[in-house]
């Protein structure tokens, strides 16, 4: 009689402390998902001196610069942002995040303005190249960072103009070659 009683009760305690189990991994997560919110809809410059960590780059909000000098802040420091460039051709830059003391910015060639009509291809194309952190500088410039489609279409189309230049000018090529 003694061990149903006993049963019975340990039954009762072990569905006790399954249900304070429960709530408190449920107040943990409700806390986890508050200090998130907080850190996406708040300013993270407060919530990082507040609790003494960055708020992870992905959850802040992507800002619209206007301008190059509010992208290039932003490109310093690697938050995130993003910039459409109206100069010789439309590029958008999004900084995406921060990867081993490297900036990863997506570039996106939206519109070919000037140029040879086989640049037209790369409208549309994407790359993702990776800058030093702390560095300021269009991340096309240096393709050697990138990788990516419009990269591939890049150095795709400077390999065809090049050969192009080549048959055009073999004869001036090989009468250098006579000479030496």
């Not at 590029?91 to 140029?115: H, N, S």
């Not at 994407?126 to 702390?134: A, N, R, S, T």
């Not at 489609?149 to 192009?164: C, D, G, P, T, W």
Request: charged share 35%.
């Amino acid at each position: 009689m003694k061990k149903k009683v006993k049963r019975k009760k340990d039954k009762k305690q072990e569905k006790e402390r399954g249900k304070i189990n429960l709530m408190v991994f449920l107040v943990v997560l409700l806390l986890i998902e508050g200090y998130f919110i907080i850190a996406y809809y708040s300013n993270y410059d407060v919530l990082d001196e507040a609790f003494g960590i960055r708020v992870a780059n992905y959850l802040k909000k992507t800002e619209n610069c206007k301008t190059k000098a509010c992208f290039d802040s932003a490109l310093e420091k690697c938050e995130k942002a993003s910039y459409v460039s109206d100069s010789q051709n439309m590029w958008k830059y999004t900084i995406l995040k921060e990867k081993a003391k490297m900036c990863v910015v997506d570039v996106k060639l939206l519109q070919v303005k000037r140029g040879v009509l086989d640049s037209q291809r790369l409208e549309g194309k994407e790359m993702q190249c990776e800058i030093p952190l702390g560095s300021v500088y269009a991340p096309e410039s240096d393709l050697s960072r990138c990788k990516g489609e419009l990269k591939e279409e890049i150095q795709e189309i400077v390999i065809e103009r090049m050969h192009s230049y080549i048959i055009e000018n073999i004869g001036k090529v090989t009468q250098k070659f006579e000479v030496v």
